[in-house]
Each structure stands twice: as C-alpha cells, then as structure tokens.
C-alpha cells in the first residue's frame, strides 16, 4: 500500500531544485560560509515580513530561546511563566538559564495557553511570559499583553502568521526542515521592534563580541549559516504561497466530514497549521489505525512538561493541569502540506471513518 508522509517537505523543496543548487554554487564559490552575504540579506528581508524592525540569525531555535532569556538578564531567582503542553525546548531554555518555568495550564479549544491561569501563577518573582503559538495558532496575545509582563513569543511553529513578533517584546523562531519556513538543515531566529535588545542578541550569539576583538559578554557561538540563509532566503518568497495551501489543506478535511469522526483544530485567519492535530477520546485506536494503513501520524507531548523526569524538581503532579493532560492523551495528527493531493486526505478520512467505527460498535 503506498505510504503517506505526515509532510511531504520534498515536494515543496524540489520545484526549486534549480535555484536551491545555484545559490549553493554561488555560496561555494564565494569562501563566505558564517556572515555573508546572504546572511544578512535574510535577516533583512525577514524582519521586513515579521513587520519588525530587525532579525538575528541564529543556529536553532533553542538557542533562540536561551540568547533572549540571557539578553533579558533572565536567571536565578526568577520565574518565566509558560504552557507545559509544548516542546520540552521552551522549558529547558528557561531552566538552562537557572530562571524556573512556571507551567500554566490550556485553554482545550486552542491547545494555547490560558491567559486566565497564567494570570494567576504571576508572582513578585516572575520577569516573563513565554506563551507558543502551537501548531501554528496564535496564541491569545491580546489577554496576556494586558497582564503587564514581558512576553517572549515563542513562534518556532508559527512564522508566516500574521501579527506573529509584533505584540510581544521579542519573539524566536525554529527553522528546522519540518516547520511552515524551513531551512534545509537547522536554523533558528530572534525578532523584534527593541533594536537594543537585539544588538545584546547579536553580541551573545558571536561569544559576547561586536568585533572579535573586544569581548563584553560571557556569550555563545550561535549563528544561522551562510548556506541555509540562502535556502531560506528563496523559501522566504514561497511562504505565502505554502500558506495559503496548508489552509486550503486544512478547510478540505473538515469539507471531506472529518470533523464528524473527532476532533478538529478550530480555524481563524492567523492559522498556519504547522500541524493538523486532532482529538478523540479514541486516540490511541485512531493513531494504531492510521500507521497500519502506511499513513503517517503522530502523537505530541504524551508525558507534558510538568511531569518530565529531567522537571521533576519543580514538583509537578499528576492531575496539576487537567487539560493539559486531558489534551495529552487525546491529540494525534494527520498528514498535512502545501499541495497535498485530495485523493491522499480521502484515504485518511477513510481510515479514521473505519477506525471510529469500530470503536463504536465495540
């Protein structure tokens, strides 16, 4: 049976063969692989399409994290308030910075995090925000700007959503292969208005220095290449492109009655579906069905942060943030990308008809 991938990345890389292979030529020609550039051309052209005023470069999207929380002066004895339904990134940033992550709970019909519960866990002690936009919905940036801490976005699953890096004080992206902008290996980003801050960024991401020469910060080595800002920078002029087909994508499984089987994410404008994730209490029977049929899926954050072993010191337990766990069990992902066939999300409404089916009358 032929297989569908949960994101077909090489069908959206190889039309630009062509181009991908001259821009490697012309990086392989010109000697300048850290700073060239190409370089910062893409910082530049980025921060244009963020609508902010600049852009730092930089090697994955952790690093991201962790040069903004050290910009920020953000260490120990301090509290970032974040969603434990995420990436273990986003608390491992923080805790690598000796800060505390303070887990909030989800609001079940986003999956973002619940300004009402992250109102509640602010302390004396706590210096930042760090909602996700997960899976590519803009968290509720609106409510938890109004709480009066600084916000850190941390957007690694939503570059190309409109807004996104222009309400928080900085935000940070990944460009790993599988995400909505994709470099063709890893690669992250530091956005904002506050140019101060980002000359801090700039100076952590090169070992503390301007000029390799003068060293004013205990710094990093973090920078985005030189060759995957020029992948970057000709995937740059596809986003919009692959945006609009990723929702298009999205509209055809509700179209195609999938919502009558479980779950799905909810739709609003600033949606980049980086995922399409579902839900069903039938999780686990849904997803079985789904890989047996050569389909590809997945499951996210199974154990959430709170109840990681390397975050057991926080003190998290079980039944701490229910929709949070809730959420846990139940999501699962189907196949989703730009131009995806109609007749591969046919068979996968197919599958998940049957597969609920049985569970029915079981």
């Known amino acids: 049976m032929q297989q569908i991938p949960l994101v077909d990345v090489s069908a959206q890389w190889a039309p630009l063969r062509a181009e991908l292979e001259a821009r490697f030529a012309e990086v392989l020609d010109s000697g300048q692989f850290i700073r060239g550039p190409h370089y ?47 990436f273990y990134a986003t608390a491992e940033a923080i ?20 300004p009402e ?27 938890l700007t109004e709480l009066g801490v600084d916000i850190i976005e941390d957007a690694a699953q939503a570059f190309g959503s409109p807004g996104i890096a222009q309400r928080g004080r900085i935000s940070t992206f990944s460009f790993y292969p599988t995400k909505n902008l ?9 956005a904002s208005d506050d140019e101060e801050l980002l000359q801090r960024v700039r100076m952590l991401s090169f070992h503390g220095s301007r000029d390799k020469v003068d060293f004013d910060f205990v710094g990093y080595n973090s920078r985005l290449d030189e060759l995957q800002a020029a992948f970057l920078r000709v995937f740059l002029t ?8 990723r929702r298009e994508a999205a509209q055809r499984y509700a179209e195609l009655g999938l919502g009558d089987l ?38 996210y954050y199974v154990t959430p942060l709170h ?12 039944g701490s943030l229910p929709e949070t766990e809730r959420a846990s069990r139940e999501n699962f992902s189907v ?28």
């Open 335 to 362: 196949p989703l990308w730009p131009a995806m066939p109609v007749e591969a999300q046919e068979r996968v409404v197919d599958v998940v008809r049957s597969a609920v089916g049985v569970a029915a009358s079981a």
């Open 262 to 299: 479980v779950d799905l994410p909810q739709d609003e404008p600033g949606h980049v579906y980086h995922l399409f994730v579902c839900r069903s209490p039938e999780r686990d029977r849904v997803h079985a069905a789904l890989r047996e049929a050569g389909i590809g899926t997945a499951t």
């Open 182 to 190: 994709f470099a063709l290996g890893d690669g992250g980003l530091v």
């Open 117 to 143: 519960d992250v109102a509640a866990k602010i302390t004396p002690r706590t210096r930042a925000i760090m909602p996700v936009h997960l899976f590519g919905r803009p968290a509720a940036m609106d409510a």
């Open 95 to 114: 805790a690598r910075r000796g800060a505390t992550p303070v887990f909030a709970d989800i609001d079940p019909d986003t999956l973002n995090v619940d």
């Open 307 to 318: 109840l990681q072993p390397a975050l057991r010191f926080l003190g998290g337990e079980p």
């Open 40 to 86: 910062y051309a893409f910082e530049e052209e980025a921060a244009a399409y963020l609508g902010v005023r600049g852009s730092v470069g930089v090697a994955n999207g952790t690093d991201a994290l962790v040069l903004v929380l050290d910009a920020l002066e953000i260490g120990p004895g301090d509290e970032v308030i974040c969603p434990a339904f995420t």
């Open 238 to 245: 596809k986003l919009d492109e692959w945006t609009q087909g």
